[in-house]
């Protein structure tokens, strides 16, 4: 079985597909540094790096060139995200047929090319992961007229494609990890075609594996703390480490309980230790969330300064309260699967992600094994050094966890075996 993958950024989602061994033959992606590590880790596959507005014909005609089978099995696409709306494509549509054009984001309308690709090429099988918005994305399409993005890709398929767009949680299927994905199937496979006229979403409750928590997936890794000297522990894993802590941070994470926020953290003061200082409350404005500004660094019963997060304020000279929502500078809970990992997991203020117990952000190595890349064989090196810190929040942030596409691509290899199709009538 052969693939093609468009937007391939480092190949984390491919690993899904090779376990299944299906061979990528060509791949494309835009950004040079992501494509030099694509290369590095699937060294048999054609890297066509540029982009795709300019690439069409180059992708279609090498996948002819090095092609051994009669029909390509899968073309794997995550067209960027960045532009995708969180409105509702039917207020979108609606607005626009009254005349109020939105701003539509170029990026968005990199389906066009890719769905060129997918109508020359036929794949058995076409897949696509994105965000959830994703679903909601309203594009102008190249006649000029605007239109839901799954309704284009549907309209450029035609009868000879069934599909359809699904909103998932990873914690559903195995993956430590609460992030929701969107993956939209298509498929002329004669037992796909059926069973999603019939179930709609590809993925269904059979499909679900037990539910797995942050402590089954990092708990008993060796303890690490972000101060010089024990922040790495590379005989374990050479990905095992993580940042320096400055000391005034430390001392506010040193004193945040799981699952808290050190915005909450109360007075540490042995003479006094009173537990009843005001709490960080986010409030809502207008269906704006707005971060509390009013939450007391001092303890309101001794007047000692409290391991809340605060900083002098260089025009003032006056300790202030740091901005941020109750999600930043909070311990993640044991006995949950993590929050999303997106590329900031590296620093102690993004959402949820100080280490349950340990006074540190999760190391690069706990990242992977809680994005299910620690499953498959990868090397994050290129010219024999290992990438930064920087671009492995990167790469984690803005990928998909391979076991999902495991399991999807797994799913449409096993089709024909699953026994509701067969009495569906597919024969």
Known sequence: MEAISLFSSAGIGELGITHNEIKILVSNELLEDRHALYKKNFQETECITGSIWEKIDEICETYEKVRTEEELFLLYATPPCQGMSTNGAGTLLKGIREGNKPKIDERNRLIIPTMDIVCRLQPRWFLM?????????????ENGEYINIIDY????????YIGHAQVVACSDYGIPQVRKRLITVFTRDDFGKK???VYGNFLQDEDRKPLKTLRDAIQGFPTLDSVEGKNQNIEFNKYHFVPIMNPEKHWWVENTPEGNTAYNNQCVNPMCLYQYNGMHIDRQEGGIWHSNSETPIYCEKCGELLPRPSMIDKKTGKRRLLKGFHSAYRRMKWDEPATTLTQNFIY?????????????????????????????????????????????????GES????????????????????????????
């Open 129 to 141: 992961e994105n965000v959830p918005g994703m679903k909601n994305t309203v594009i102008d399409d």
């Open 153 to 160: 890709v549907r309209k450029r398929l035609g009868d000879n």
């Open 400 to 427: 998909v966890p391979p076991k999902l596409i495991d399991i999807v691509v797994d799913k449409m290899i096993h089709i024909k075996d699953i026994q509701n199709v067969f009495t569906l009538g597919v024969k």
């Open 195 to 197: 069973y999603l006229s």
């Open 348 to 396: 102690e203020a993004s959402d949820n992600k100080i280490h349950p117990e340990q006074n540190r952000v999760l190391s690069i190595y706990e990242a992977l094994v809680i994005q299910t890349i620690s499953d498959y064989e990868y090397a994050f090196e290129i010219g024999g050094k290992m990438i930064s810190n920087a671009m492995f929040a990167q790469i984690i």
